[in-house]
């Protein structure tokens, strides 16, 4: 059974800092989503990672995997306030269902 | 504009009276899915499927009923619902295929059905 650990669950940050959420996960996936979603809203997909190494990156945001150690990171750059939202990662699960971590819930203080 | 749609957005109701969120997606996606977000427990999957007439448990499934008779619709039936249920769900859906780009294709989600049991 595929379970995921996301840490921290909590992040409070300061705006410009840079900061890393991690992402484990316990047995073979071979791929691995983020998803981005803001206080009251539904969930919006941010990177699809495939491959052993795969790192895609989108503004501030880099995601990165590993499949080896089942692990994804999604860095943070210079944090802007408008980052602020509850950040998850899903890895695929062997039925073509998506197991997700309980998420990290970032805010961005000026 | 391709999107997955929930109804009712909110939904107040009594224990025990019967109830049903409706599920509708327009872009021709064979895979569906039903989650509940807890705070603290993240997403967990209800029920899924995999095409018309294919439903399968996820991991709390119990006190739900689903159906697929549709490609489009995915309904999700709470035949007696307890307070133990008020929570926020969500649908979704992707495609399924042979295809790579169907096989890694994100899910699409709805905007939500906030739900509580008195």
């Known amino acids: 059974e595929l379970k995921v650990e996301q840490n921290p669950l909590f992040l409070s940050m300061q705006e410009g800092k840079n900061y890393t959420i991690y992402c484990n996960y316990s047995?073979?996936?071979?791929?691995l989503y983020w998803y981005r979603q803001d206080p009251g809203k539904s969930l919006e997909s941010l990177f699809v990672?495939?491959?052993?190494?795969a790192v895609k990156q989108e503004g501030r945001l880099m995601a990165s995997l590993d499949t080896k150690a089942r692990l994804s990171t999604l860095h943070i750059t210079a944090a802007v306030h408008d980052l602020s939202a509850t950040y998850f990662c899903?890895?695929?699960?062997?039925?073509?269902?998506?197991?997700f971590g309980k998420g990290t819930k970032l805010s961005v203080k000026p | 504009e391709a999107q997955v749609t929930q109804n009712p957005r909110y939904l107040i109701t009594v224990t025990g009276k019967k109830l049903t969120v409706t599920c509708s997606q327009n872009?021709?996606?064979?895979?569906m899915s039903w989650y509940r977000q807890d705070p603290g427990l993240g997403l967990r999957q209800i029920y899924y499927?995999?095409?018309?007439?294919?439903?399968d448990k996820g991991d709390v499934p119990e006190g739900y009923k689903v159906s697929r008779k549709e490609k489009r619709n995915f309904p999700l039936i709470l035949e007696s619902p307890s307070p133990n249920q008020t929570s926020l769900y969500f649908c979704?859906?992707?495609?399924?295929?042979?295809?790579?780009?169907?096989?890694?294709?994100?899910?699409?989600f709805g905007n939500g059905t906030r739900l509580t049991v008195t």
């Open positions: 872009m021709n996606h064979e895979y």
């Open positions: 047995t073979t996936s071979d791929r």
């Open positions: 899903a890895p695929g699960g062997s039925q073509g269902n998506l197991i």
């Open positions: 990672l495939l491959s052993n190494g």
């Open positions: 979704a859906s992707r495609p399924r295929g042979q295809k790579l780009t169907a096989h890694h294709s994100p899910l699409h």
């Open positions: 499927s995999m095409n018309v007439e294919v439903t």
